[in-house]
């Protein structure tokens, strides 16, 4: 039989009351956030994002990403799953982490908890699956330009570049794809390849192998392999940026288009720098490689980027970029090129 409340129902007039105080206790009841207690008093409350390299980075409503010298906290506490290092290879995972006193926190863990010196903890991250302590950074970037007038142009470029890092270990992998027409005529056809193992044999000082093949169908130097080794040191690493050096020895081989070929050793420097500005809204970045051929091959060859990153979103970006791959003392012909791209990419 159907059920209907009468227009006087005890049970119609409590129901907006219900609705009501659902409502303001709903509203009324506090959003878990982190906190982080600084030796000069303040108090700062949002949400812990990493801690690496010296710098603690907390997101807030209120200022947006904000970076904390290390060595200013007093003690801090977290409703999250962190996973905090105290040395370069393992890691404990917490449940959470509860304030204590100045220069300590609280791993929390059930019945175990454990109270350690901030002065001991090397890093702090949110524990990835099946591979704890990874971090895995990276960036797509494609340009594309139409250019109507006397002479049609149709440019493409595409590019990426990521690493991850597990305990000692740091794979890197990046690559290239250039195309151009004029008039329907190909003028740009080339790309290249590479990857790199850095093995960390302190916190700053690794070791890097390499190996990476460039293809181009319109220039004269037609195929480029390169496989290199040496140390390199890692100036810093953590949410702002990053920078390192390396120095390696190369083993280089030459094809020309002509069926000629070279091979040669040589000794290269290259770098890898990026820092982000403006609350982590723009990135400038700049990385590539100078090496001198150890013979008469050629006398000095450079390959380098610059450039800028505008973060539309968290994971969108626009970016201006400038190339140039300069090979000068070949046998057979120089290369100077460069290239100017305007684009758009994903970050992460």
Not at 190 to 210: Q, V
Request: charged content about 30%.
């Amino acid at each position: 039989m159907p059920f209907f409340f009468a227009r006087s129902s005890p049970l119609l007039l409590m129901l907006p009351r219900t609705l009501l105080c659902f409502a303001v206790l709903s509203a009324s009841m506090p959003v878990l956030a982190d906190t982080v207690w600084l030796k000069n008093g303040d108090r700062l409350s949002g949400k812990i994002k990493v801690f690496d390299g010296g710098k603690l980075l907390i997101q807030t409503d209120y200022g947006g990403a904000i970076n904390i010298d290390w060595k200013q906290v007093k003690t801090l506490e977290s409703d999250q799953e962190l996973l905090v290092k105290q040395d370069a290879y393992t890691g404990e995972k917490a449940k959470s982490l509860q304030a204590a006193d100045e220069g300590k926190v609280i791993l929390a863990n059930g019945e175990a908890p454990k109270t350690v010196e901030l002065a001991s903890i090397q890093q702090i991250m949110k524990p990835k699956p099946l591979v704890e302590d990874m971090v895995w950074k990276g960036n797509v970037d494609v340009a594309m330009d139409y250019k109507r007038a006397e002479k049609n142009t149709d440019d493409y470029d595409i590019d990426f570049k990521t690493s991850a890092r597990h305990g000692a270990w740091r794979h890197n992998a990046q690559g290239e794809y250039n195309r151009e027409f004029q008039d329907h005529v190909v003028t740009t056809d080339n790309w290249s390849a590479e990857y790199a193992l850095d093995r960390f044999i302190t916190e700053k000082w690794f070791w890097e192998g390499r190996l990476t093949y460039k293809r181009d169908k319109v220039e004269d130097l037609a195929r480029q392999r390169v496989v290199g080794t040496g140390p390199g040191y890692q100036f810093w690493d953590d949410e702002l940026g990053a920078f390192s050096l390396g120095s390696l020895l190369n083993r280089t081989d030459y094809e020309y288009a002509d069926g000629g070929k070279d091979n040669f050793y040589s000794l290269a420097m290259k770098w890898d720098y990026n820092r982000y500005l403006i609350g982590k809204r723009v990135e400038f970045f700049t990385n590539g490689e100078v090496g001198r051929p150890l013979s008469g091959v050629a006398d000095y060859a450079l390959d380098a980027e610059m450039g800028l990153r505008y973060k539309v979103t968290d994971w969108a970006s626009l970016n201006l970029k400038a190339e140039k791959d300069l090979i000068r003392g070949t046998e057979d012909s120089d290369l100077d090129k460069t290239r100017y791209t305007v684009g758009f990419g994903v970050t992460w």
